[in-house]
């Protein structure tokens, strides 16, 4: 059962007017035997806001990402729900009542998304600049080739990539590279959120830490929101604003990064927490690398 009071559900908790706001969205696989892998979620998104989305494997934090961009193929079917894009134009899009064509405007304009792996996305045959390129073609065609060019080198010079790159090939990159390039492309077009699912999991630990500070300090620097969703519950508690703990389907908790640290409502949440051998004893030592206990007021 759910321990969310509707209050928690705001992201007005956090202070900040929502740019996403998710509504019963029910998600099921009409396979052999229907599978309802997302279950009456409910959440707002605020603006500028990182909201981390935790749970184990199979617990339908993939689905769900992919049902809010509408990115969810078949067998998955909508069962319910509404997903509100809250524009900074201040107009309100349904995101599940757009056309085709008016979807593809409001990918990676409005809305984009680094995949877990999406370093692999990238063309092989193609350099970087030229891939940048043709994003920028495809959804900016006002834009002069100068322009282009420009704006290219600022977003990979912004995710801690040379911006001599953009002739680089994407064998010629580490494959912490060609993820940094993935989250360049995923801001290039300066959207008001960026989902994340699982972006650095295959990279070693310390290329994940770099990118993910560097993830931090461009939602400062550009107030996109964030979702971001891992198993790795130490690591959202470290860059979260709030989390929300997914269990067969179901958001059952969603609070302040450091309340759910210090006090989770949910049997669930708790199990998660002492799962991870880093934050049993004394709580707290990982955050951030030091001692306090509070993730949320370190820096
Ligand atoms: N194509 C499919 N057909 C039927 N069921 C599916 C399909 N894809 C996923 N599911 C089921 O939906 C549920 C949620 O899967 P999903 O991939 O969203 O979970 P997840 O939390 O993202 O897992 P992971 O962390 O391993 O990626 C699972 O029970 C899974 O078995």
Redesign the pocket.
């Known amino acids: 059962m759910s321990t969310i009071s509707p209050e928690r559900l705001e992201a007005g908790a956090t202070g900040k007017p929502p740019v996403l706001s998710v509504r019963g969205l029910s998600v099921v696989?009409e396979?052999q035997n229907p599978?309802t892998?997302v279950k009456n979620a409910s959440f707002e998104l605020g603006r500028g806001e990182i909201l981390g989305l935790a749970?184990e494997?199979?617990?339908?934090?993939?689905?769900l990402a992919y049902a809010i961009n509408r990115l969810h193929q078949p067998?998955?079917r909508i069962s319910s729900g509404q997903v509100l894009f809250h524009d900074s134009s201040g107009q309100e899009l349904d995101l599940l009542g757009l056309g085709e064509s008016q979807l593809r405007d409001f990918r990676w304009q409005k809305l984009s998304m680094v995949f877990q792996g999406a370093m692999n996305a990238l063309n092989p045959v193609r350099s970087i600049g030229a891939q940048l390129d043709d994003t920028l073609r495809a959804h900016a065609p006002g834009m002069t080739r100068a322009a282009r060019r420009e704006r290219s080198a600022q977003v990979l010079t912004r995710v801690g990539v040379d911006p001599g790159r953009l002739r680089s090939f994407p064998h010629e990159l580490s494959g912490g590279m060609r993820q940094r390039v993935m989250i360049a492309m995923a801001m290039l077009l300066e959207p008001q959120v960026m989902i994340m699912d699982e972006p650095t999991t295959a990279l070693d630990v310390v290329v994940q830490r770099d990118i993910l500070r560097e993830i931090v300090r461009l939602r400062e620097e550009l107030d996109f929101a964030v979702i971001f969703i891992t198993?790795d519950l130490p690591l959202l508690l470290e860059i979260s604003d709030r989390i929300a703990v997914?269990l067969r389907g179901e958001i059952v908790e969603l609070d302040q990064a450091a309340t759910l640290y210090r006090q989770a409502a949910h049997p669930y949440t708790r199990k998660l927490l002492a799962s991870f051998p880093s934050l049993r004893g004394d709580r707290g030592a990982f955050v951030r690398g030091g001692t306090a206990d509070d993730p949320q007021e370190q820096s």
């Not at 494997?57 to 689905?63: E, Q």
Request: aromatic share 6%.
């Open positions: 696989y396979s599978v892998a749970g494997s199979g617990c339908g934090k993939t689905t067998p998955a198993h997914m």
